[in-house]
């Protein structure tokens, strides 16, 4: 899609703020209202659309794409979609270490018992940690009040912790993000940590690293996107 408008600009409404292009409101894919829970994420939004070069590239507008998946996607089935991120507390990334070499396992241990510890805490919750990748199953309250994290966040946070979660596949990280205990950089260094780690080790593959770098981008964007609905 080329470029049709020459600015935006940010509309207040009863519903929220939205975003308009030389005075018409931006509508999501499903032809809904963009109405945004907060002056700044609309503000970012409307930079988007400002930044926007000759043509609409919707890599370069993730803040875009995170509002429309929460209005589109999360508001129609806001408990399924909870429910599928919730999932991702059965098998959390933080809960399986490598068995060697003593390096990796330390790494692990230094970035990620300091999650678990830290939503230990915060959800009175305990883990199954394991050495390998075989499944080991959470308890089962663990699994109840995590889930009951989730399932109690508002469509627009729905919608910014699904990359955290989906990407990283630690529902701990992601969490820890959300509730801005853990910054997005650090949070993305642990979930990555594996990754970075055959890096290290096999050379620096320029595809391998390529994809890791988009990622890193698509993480890091949801984490804003968090930040700025509060």
Avoid at 28 to 36: D, G, I, M, N, W
Avoid at 93 to 106: D, N, Q, S
Wanted: include cysteine; proline fraction near 4%; aromatic fraction near 8%.
């Amino acid at each position: 899609m080329k470029r049709f408008w020459t600015s935006a600009e940010i509309a207040e409404t009863e519903g929220g703020f939205g975003v308009a292009l030389d005075g018409r409101g931006v509508k999501t894919p499903a032809r809904a209202e963009l109405f945004l829970p907060t002056r700044a994420l609309a503000d970012a939004i409307a930079a988007e659309w400002n930044d926007c070069g000759e043509k609409v590239d919707p890599r370069a507008m993730p803040l875009t794409g995170l509002a429309n998946a929460a209005i589109d996607r999360v508001t129609a089935d806001r408990d399924g979609f909870a429910a599928s991120l919730a999932s991702y507390g059965e098998s959390d990334l933080t809960c399986y270490r490598a068995e060697g070499p003593e390096m990796l396992v330390a790494r692990q241990a230094d970035s990620w018992d300091a999650l678990l510890a830290w939503a230990r805490r915060r959800y009175d919750v305990d883990f199954t940690c394991v050495s390998g990748v075989m499944h080991v199953s959470q308890p089962e309250e663990t699994v109840r009040k995590l889930g009951h994290a989730v399932a109690t966040l508002d469509p627009f946070r729905l919608a910014g912790l699904a990359p955290l979660v989906t990407i990283g596949g630690s529902l701990v990280a992601g969490l820890a993000v959300l509730e801005q205990v853990l910054p997005a950089e650090e949070a993305w260094e642990a979930v990555s940590l594996d990754d970075r780690w055959q890096l290290e080790q096999w050379g620096d593959d320029a595809e391998a690293r390529a994809a890791l770098d988009i990622r890193r981008r698509d993480f890091l964007a949801a984490a804003r996107f968090l930040e700025l609905l509060n």
